[in-house]
């Protein structure tokens, strides 16, 4: 399909000014259904681990569980550009695990993969890109780290933490990634590193200065029961899907359904 958002595109729609929009998406119907809204990127994110399979974190998904949608994902042979998220300890052991794990998600349909990191990421993206598969980072807050940090919060308010960010983002760029997610980097810190970089940023509650915005599919559709403050809910799907297994109880009870 001419029309394939390809890793080359997103890149000229930085120059050109154009936002990027990037949602997660996990299973084949739901890859269609965002495809035909028109995003450019979906991301198969590790967040399934939490929104689809119950896990308290992300630490717990493995890559197998992530192929296997990824493929899912490739099945609905979307236009947006799809993004395999590389799940904890399937990368940051050494270069050869993750070029395996990377090779694989390409095997899986990916075209792309996303990793979380910044200077410690250097030689593994590295050595991704020279397999032949293209990377996105993930700085700022990284929710595989949750441990580490303490907790899901704002990165960059302290000026040591704004100028770790900033020496990630560019440490991954010089690294070879295609483009960037921040996820909760403070907002002057997101708009400081859109600036200098000549590649994407793509934001997660990091404001609204940046080349690009994520958001999880099941927080936009209202299925998660506890969604982060920064998202944004754009329906409430739970009613409505209530409502239609209710009309088919209904029917099924007072004998309306099957018809003869
Ligand atoms: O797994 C995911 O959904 C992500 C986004 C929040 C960027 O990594």
Redesign the pocket.
């Known amino acids: 399909m001419s029309d394939k958002v390809t890793v080359k595109k997103i890149l000229k729609m930085k120059s050109e000014g154009k936002k990027i929009v990037m949602i ?1 998406a996990y299973d084949t119907p739901f890859a269609r259904l965002v495809d035909q809204a028109g995003v450019d990127i979906i ?1 198969v ?3 399934m681990s939490m929104v689809m399979l119950g896990m308290e974190n ?1 630490l717990g998904i493995s890559l197998r569980e992530m192929l296997v949608h990824t493929q899912a994902v490739a099945k609905a042979k979307p236009r947006a550009l799809i993004v395999g ?1 590389m799940p904890f300890m399937s990368y940051e052991l050494g270069e050869k695990v993750a070029m395996r794990s990377a090779g694989l998600f390409a095997k899986h349909g990916a075209e792309a993969v ?1 990793l979380e990191g910044g200077e410690e990421m250097v030689d593994i993206i590295k050595s991704i890109v020279k397999l032949g598969v293209p990377v996105m980072g ?1 700085v700022g807050m990284t ?1 595989q780290r949750f441990l580490k940090l303490g907790g899901y919060r704002l990165v960059g308010k302290k000026e040591f933490e704004a100028e770790q960010v900033i020496r990630d983002a560019l440490a991954v760029r010089e690294a070879g990634v295609f483009s960037v ?1 921040l ?1 909760l980097v403070h907002p002057d810190v997101a708009k400081k590193i859109t600036e200098k970089l000549d590649i994407p940023t793509i934001c ?1 509650g990091s404001g609204p200065h940046c080349d690009g915005q ?1 958001l ?1 599919l099941h927080d936009v559709l209202g299925l998660t029961p506890n969604p982060p403050p920064f998202a944004k809910k754009y329906v409430d799907l739970p009613s409505i899907v209530v409502d239609a297994i209710k009309r088919f109880a209904d029917e099924v009870r007072q004998g309306v359904f099957p018809s003869q």
């Open positions: 997660t991301l994110g590790d967040s992300t998220d996303k993930h929710p997610v996820e997660i994520v999880v």
